[in-house]
């Protein structure tokens, strides 16, 4: 493991830079629009979904106080009282005249001398003091305002949640004498929240001031009854029911997911408005997009450390090439042969196989250097290399050893064998035309053959070739000389 790290240290160092790099930038990307979300959904779309509403809310109390105005300082309706109270029937019909033209769900009066309810099918009922259901009257009453909106169940409508608009009759001489007014129905509400819970899926409801919700859309009807006992929601509730008719930004977690809220008192209906939105679904796609971020990511760092370790292995094949290469011929060099040889010695010893080698000498290099110049000797090199390896076979090793010296090995090959290859390559060196530009190159070489003796070195095995090669040339060059392994002592 240790000799791995130290080999792709850098690689190692690339790819953990790139890795934390984009890890680091998707984390934050991540958050950032995470938190951005967040804050986007809590500072405007839940406070601009309350303000709609409540716009809404009071565009729809502001038509039936107007009403109640007019019945409130109508003298038909003061005369009446104050006349006693005659024919019922005409504020009956007053009453009803008042429902058909405004399409309000109920009118009414409560007269203050004989506490009589008054609606648009006669006479309800009696207001009493110690009725709990008749506590608004006595509210309106005393109140200094002239109206208040108020939420009860309408009797006159079968118990309907209703929207009472309660408001002070007065005589000509500005003394209480009854109660007036109209009510409505939530239907425009519960149209209004259905809606935008629809298009924006957001839960939307009103809790009364203990926590109870409501009114809600239809999709909340059956979730939950009260804020105060409902997971979740019920650790915040005391900072919905705070009586401020400014937005309040909360949240909670449900079910693992968070909830963003937004709260605020309507002081006209007593109620409070919430508005809230699970961000999961909003987080989704962008968790979706963080793991897909980091997936590309693991796969350009993955791409460019096989980029990169494929150009380090070249440019480390290429310094190897280049330390084990003779740049000139491109043949082996005396380092690298020196390490093939030891495991050809290796190899052979093991196997039991025969190895030869040949060294050869080119014949009167010097003059070449001399008569044509070292251009000339540089190519002589090169072609000279280029024919050994035509001759020799693939598994055969040809190394430059020096000079105009080269030395082959030849795995597994007898002498005789190597005899035959090599006069091959002497006579196609002696009849091959080095081809200068104005003049024909002639060279030939001089050769030696001799056989690797098991567990000699190779100073041994060169010094044995050169001493052969050494007689090849006093003989008179061109020609190959076999050169015989020493004898073991047993032999002798």
């Avoid at 240290?9 to 950032?32: D, E, K, N, P, Q």
């Avoid at 050494?470 to 002592?489: E, I």
Wanted: glycine share 6%; proline share 3%; with cysteine.
């Amino acid at each position: 493991m240790r000799p791995f790290v130290h080999k792709y240290r850098l690689l190692l160092s690339i790819g953990a830079a790139l890795i934390v790099g984009f890890l680091a930038t998707s984390i934050v990307a991540y958050h950032v629009s995470n938190q951005s979300i967040r804050n986007n959904i809590g500072d405007q779309a839940l406070p601009l979904t309350g303000d709609t509403i409540y716009s809404e809310i009071q565009k729809d109390i502001l038509r039936p106080v107007f009403i109640s105005s007019l019945m409130a300082h109508d003298t038909f309706v003061r005369d009446w009282i104050i006349n006693g109270e005659q024919q019922p029937e005409q504020l009956a019909r007053y009453l009803a005249e008042i429902r058909q033209k405004y399409g309000v769900v109920t009118s009414f009066l409560v007269s203050d001398k004989t506490r009589r309810y008054y609606y648009s099918g006669g006479t309800l009922k009696t207001v009493r003091e110690d009725e709990p259901r008749d506590a608004w009257y006595f509210r309106v009453r005393q109140m200094p305002t002239d109206y208040e909106t108020n939420v009860d169940p309408d009797m006159a409508n079968r118990d309907k949640m209703t929207i009472f608009i309660n408001h002070r009759v007065n005589d000509f001489h500005g003394n209480f004498i009854a109660a007036t007014g109209v009510g409505m129905t939530f239907d425009t509400m519960v149209h209004l929240i259905d809606s935008y819970q629809q298009r924006f899926q957001r839960d939307i409801y009103f809790v009364d001031q203990q926590g109870n919700i409501m009114l809600a859309g239809k999709s909340m009807q059956a979730v939950r009854s009260a804020i105060t006992t409902t997971p979740g929601i019920r650790d915040i509730a005391g900072h919905i029911l705070n009586h401020d008719t400014q937005p309040t930004k909360l949240e909670y977690s449900q079910d693992g997911a968070t909830v963003l809220l937004n709260s605020r008192f309507i002081p006209e209906l007593n109620w409070y408005l919430v508005v809230e939105q699970n961000v999961e679904n909003d987080i989704r796609p962008l968790r979706q997009a963080f793991m897909l971020n980091l997936a590309i990511s693991a796969a350009i760092t993955l791409l460019v450390l096989v980029i990169i370790l494929t150009a380090v292995k070249q440019f480390q094949n290429r310094l190897e090439n280049m330390a084990a290469t003779d740049a000139m011929t491109g043949l082996l060099n005396r380092q690298a042969f020196t390490f093939v040889f030891k495991q050809a010695a290796l190899d052979t010893h093991r196997s039991g196989e025969t190895m030869s080698g040949i060294m050869f000498d080119i014949d009167y290099f010097k003059q070449v250097n001399d008569t044509y110049g070292h251009l000339a000797g540089d190519l002589v090199l090169r072609e000279i290399a280029q024919l050994a390896r035509r001759t020799f076979r693939e598994s055969d090793i040809i190394s430059r050893w020096g000079g105009e010296e080269f030395l082959v090995l030849l795995k597994g090959c007898p002498q005789d064998r190597a005899f035959e290859l090599a006069e091959k390559l002497r006579n196609a060196i002696a009849s091959h035309d080095f081809a200068l530009e104005s003049v024909t190159l002639r060279a030939t070489i001089s050769i030696c053959i001799t056989q690797y003796v098991p567990g000699e070195s190779l100073s041994d095995f060169f010094l044995r070739a050169d001493e052969g090669l050494y007689q090849a040339k006093h003989r008179g060059r061109n020609q190959t000389t076999l050169m015989p392994p020493p004898k073991r002592n047993d032999q002798m």
